[in-house]
């Protein structure tokens, strides 16, 4: 938004004066208020709230047009806190809370009050005492502020102790989240200003005496108060006249919220501007009562002169002649700009005003009547007939100027009220045909509810006569005012106000019709629906619900939309008791019904017959399906609880016959159980026998097995020796000589033969060594296996053995091969260090070494029991081949690194010389090749 789009907005030329503007603004936000108020729906309250939020930006706008100060400023502007710069837009057309909604779990919010700069005031439901009160709600913003929280917390918990007549009770303080609020007793009637507005709209200055009894009983008030707090925000807005007369004064520490922050923002010090001292402007800490008593001056200045006291002051009684010369020095005083100017407090105030000790003439009849009639009465001495209540003032006394100017000033509220009430329905009814047309166009879910709306209040109250028979009264009244028949005509007066009042009520009760007519459908048909379910009749609920009904029908047609609002509510109610008659109904029938299966259940079991106790029970029910279809369910729900009482009778009557049944049956289940469990032993132990013989089988065959492939197993027991060149016989790749500890292990009795290897051939998991090589023409049985390679060992001989025999086999390390082949012994063969004749086939051992390999044990065997551990055939070993001992480990495991691709051979075959079948000798070959003096052993761990 511009500018120019903000002065369209206010319907004014662009080359407007300040003042235009901000005429135009005040017209424009009263207009848009007034349609807030009486929006009869929150999607109404919601568009004007934002038409407001609207004007608020163009008032932004047009605020840099410098703007002239009034000569002449209104009283009525010039003192109301939403009038300053960045107040009035807090709280004006901005709906904090909603109806219906509920606070803190416990006050629920019926009606939108009113609203001010600092928050808005509802009419909220206690529901936890029951009643209805004054809810007041402050801005969120307000609280933003720590300190501001802090100060506004402790003033109002001092006001909930406050107890006056003339004070606002304060319930308590609260906060729903972010949202704080004050809960007040709810009162009826009007606060001072719009009392003040009223008698300057009707010419009816305040008396003398009116401004005397104003003062004392809000000086009463600051009186107390100050014993405790300062109110600081004492102004016309926070001063109630009730219905009874009497004078409140409420909101102390509101004004506490507002800091020094927020002072430069607004223009405003905690509290109205033109109501405050001073000392609040500057921002001063240290306030006290003398500034409530310059509030209170500036009050009681302006409820005489009907002027603000601001700048340079006008002596009052240049305004008005007839106030005393002592009550004119007493505001002044207080009008001082200095506290220590003021008097020292209220009290002295009051007494200087006029009034002897500080208190004014109690609250009498007079406040009806006038001042001067009471002071009259008085006067005459009739004061002990106040007592009784048996006086007729209005025969016995005269009206007075102050009776007159009071009735005045009553028919002047009435006429506002009904300018207002009025004006409501006209808003209401213009805003119920805009929102017809809207929803036609937009095929609105609403319309129905809508048009109905508009159907019924057209036929009933702007169809009607009610509005021309208000009319004609109002006119009547018009012409008793002409003739100064003030008391005809304020009757009169109010009883239009109370008819206008009573068409508005109706106007917005029958907004709800149609919803509640919907919900009284819906409920109605739940109930046909369990009814028919149930086969159930119309009892009293539905009898009554039939009578709202018809009730509403009639209301309905006469205009009395909250009667008939009242009469569906109540049909909806009798019809949720009737249905929730049928739910008790059905849970007790569905109770009997559970107790009667489990009589059924029981007679089956047992092979029972019904007793005396089934017969009842099943006539109870009986009875019971009767009433519920007369309707009659109270009773009906009685006769299920009497039959479900005589099922459960009939259960117990046939206890100890159960008791006697079923311990025959736990008998006999007993001895089934007990032939059963015989029988599945009897088969146990036969598959047991079974499977230890399959298992002694398998074993039988498994150590067949591993007799045939593996042979003879030599346990070498664990110990340590010295490994290499001992005799100083041998090579270098035999030194350097070393400590070696080995740990016990099995090793086969003699070299892997021909018979032990066979099987793996057959298998087809090694391959048939006839086809590389053979056994040379030399013969096979138990000569040792020749022509394998490591590589056929490991990754095919072995993995088939383990897998075939279930156990773990492996070539041994060089240092087992050693220490098993030396036996102990040191020398260069077990034996000695001579290979002598005849204990190995080798060259020079004593036999013809070119002729094949001998079968095995041939020869003894070494102190271990192994056989052949010296020539034959050389037996590969596990490690990878390192040309010395350098670095070899110290204990028998496999010797890692090195030349893996060749692989240790040990033991020498029938072709070394004598030298090469020594204990220490060591070779190598090729892990891949094969040969015909080339053979092995396996070894296993323990």
């Known amino acids: ?125 206690d529901q936890s005492m029951g009643r209805d009160i004054a809810l007041k709600v402050l801005l969120p913003e307000l609280f933003k502020n720590e300190s501001a929280r802090a100060r506004f917390l402790n003033e109002a918990r001092i006001s909930q102790q406050l107890s006056h007549p003339n004070i606002v009770n304060v319930f308590d303080v609260q906060n729903d989240g972010e949202l704080y609020f004050l809960t007040m007793e709810l009162l009826e009637g009007q606060d001072l200003r719009q009392v003040m507005e009223n008698r300057a709209l009707a010419r009816q200055p305040f008396t003398v005496e009116e401004v005397q009894e104003i003062a004392a009983a809000i000086g009463a008030a600051l009186t107390y108060a100050h014993k405790f707090t300062v109110h600081r925000d004492l102004k016309p807005e926070n001063v109630w006249l009730t219905e009874d007369g009497d004078y409140k004064l409420m909101d102390f520490g509101i004004a506490q919220v507002q800091s020094a922050s927020q002072r430069t923002k607004t223009g405003a010090a905690m509290g109205t501007a033109y109501y405050m001292a001073p000392e609040q402007l500057k921002g001063q800490k240290d306030i006290d009562g003398r ?60 007494v200087v005003l006029g009034n002897k000790g500080g208190a004014f003439l109690p609250a009498l009849p007079w406040k009806n009547i006038g001042l001067a009639a009471g002071v009259l009465i008085a006067l005459l001495g009739v004061g002990g007939l106040l007592s009784s209540g048996s006086v007729d003032w209005a025969s016995l006394l005269p009206k007075s100027k102050e009776e007159i100017a009071a009735q005045k000033a009553n028919v002047a509220k009435a006429q506002g009220e009904i300018k207002v009430y009025k004006q409501r329905l006209e808003s209401g009814r213009r805003q119920l045909d805009s929102d017809v047309r809207d929803a036609q166009r937009n095929s609105d879910k609403n319309l129905v509810a809508l048009q109905h709306w508009q159907d019924i209040t057209e036929r009933a109250i702007f169809g009607g006569n009610q509005i021309t028979e208000l009319e004609g009264q109002l006119s009547m009244a018009e ?40 919900q009284l459908q819906f409920a109605k048909s739940n109930w046909q629906s369990a009814a028919r379910a149930g086969q159930y009749g119309a009892g009293q609920f539905v009898q009554s619900a039939e009578e709202q009904t018809q009730i509403a029908l009639e209301t309905g047609q006469a205009g009395q939309f909250t009667r008939q609002r009242n009469a569906i509510i109540g049909a909806i109610g009798h019809y949720q008791s009737a249905l929730r008659e049928i739910k008790r109904t059905e849970e007790e029938r569905k109770a009997a019904a559970a107790v ?74 007993a001895e089934r159980t007990r032939a059963a469990a015989a029988a599945r032993a009897r088969a146990a132990e036969k598959a047991a026998e079974r499977a230890r013989a399959a298992a002694a089988a398998a074993a039988a065959e498994q150590a067949r097995l591993v007799a045939t492939v593996v042979g003879e ?37 003699h070299e892997v033969t021909w018979a032990q290897y066979q099987p793996c051939i057959d298998a087809g998991a090694c391959s048939d060594n006839r086809r590389d090589g053979g056994d040379n023409g030399w013969g096979e049985a138990n000569s040792p296996i020749i022509n394998v390679s490591y590589v056929d060992i490991v990754n095919h001989y072995i993995p088939w053995l383990n897998k075939t025999t279930g156990q773990r086999f492996r070539l041994p390390s060089e240092a087992e091969w050693e220490y098993a082949a030396r036996a102990g012994s040191t020398t260069d063969y077990p034996w000695g260090n001579s290979v002598g004749s005849n204990r190995a086939k080798c060259k020079g051992c004593g036999d013809d070494w070119s002729t094949n390999p001998k079968p095995v044990k041939s020869f003894a065997p070494n102190e271990f029991g192994l056989y052949d551990m010296h020539g034959n055939v050389w037996e590969w070993v596990a490690d990878c081949w390192h040309k010395s001992y350098q670095g070899a480990p110290k204990t028998g495991d496999v010797w890692p690194g090195g030349n893996c691709n060749m692989r240790g051979l040990r033991g020498g075959s029938l072709y070394s010389d004598s030298d090469g079948v020594r204990s220490a000798n060591r070779n190598a070959g090729a892990a891949s090749s094969r040969s015909i003096d080339f053979g092995f052993r396996l070894v296993q761990d323990l």
Request: aromatic letters at 6%; charged letters at 25%; a neutral charge.
């Open 1 to 125: 938004m511009d500018k120019q789009q903000a002065l369209a907005m206010l319907s004014i030329e662009p080359n407007a004066n300040a003042e235009d503007i901000k005429s135009a603004l005040a017209a424009k936000r009263t207009q848009i208020q007034q349609k807030y108020d009486a929006a009869p729906t929150d999607a109404l309250k919601e568009k004007f709230s934002q038409m407001l939020t609207q004007l608020d930006e163009a008032e932004a706008l047009l605020r840099t047009i410098d703007e002239p100060v009034s000569k002449n400023p209104s009283p009525l502007s010039q003192t109301k806190l939403a009038d300053l710069p960045g107040m009035g837009a807090a709280t004006e057309g901005r709906a904090l809370l909603s109806e219906g909604q509920t606070l803190a779990g416990r006050y629920q919010i019926k009606a939108h009050i009113g609203a001010g700069g600092m928050g808005a005031v509802y009419r909220a439901f």
């Open 291 to 350: 500034a409530d008593q310059y509030a209170l001056a500036v009050m009681l200045y302006e409820l005489l002169s009907g002027e603000v006291p601001a700048g340079m002051i006008e002596p009052l009684n240049q305004h008005r002649k007839d106030v005393p010369k002592k009550m004119v020095a007493a505001i002044h005083q207080g009008l001082a700009s200095k506290p220590d100017s003021r008097f020292a407090d209220i009290e002295q105030f009051l």
């Open 479 to 518: 012409t008793l005012l002409r003739e100064n028949a003030f008391e005809q005509a304020q009757a009169t007066i109010a009883a239009v106000s109370e008819g206008y009042k009573a068409l508005w009520q109706e106007f917005t009760a029958a907004e709800s019709t149609y919803a509640y007519h919907t």
């Open 596 to 669: 009667k299966a489990e009589w059924q259940a029981i007679k089956r079991k047992y092979s029972l017959t019904d007793n005396a106790a089934v017969i009842t029970a099943k006539s109870l029910e009986d009875n019971a399906v009767q009433q519920s279809i007369r309707g009659l369910l109270s009773a009906a729900m009685g006769k299920y609880q009497q039959a479900a009482q005589q099922w459960q009778q009939a259960i117990n009557n046939e206890r100890e016959n159960v008791a006697r049944i079923e311990r025959q049956r736990v008998a006999a289940e």
């Open 713 to 749: 197993l030599v346990t070498i027991p664990a110990g340590s020796f010295r490994m290499g060149d001992l005799t100083g016989n041998g090579e270098a790749e035999e030194r350097p000589v070393r400590t070696v500890s080995i740990r016990a292990f099995k090793m086969q009795a």
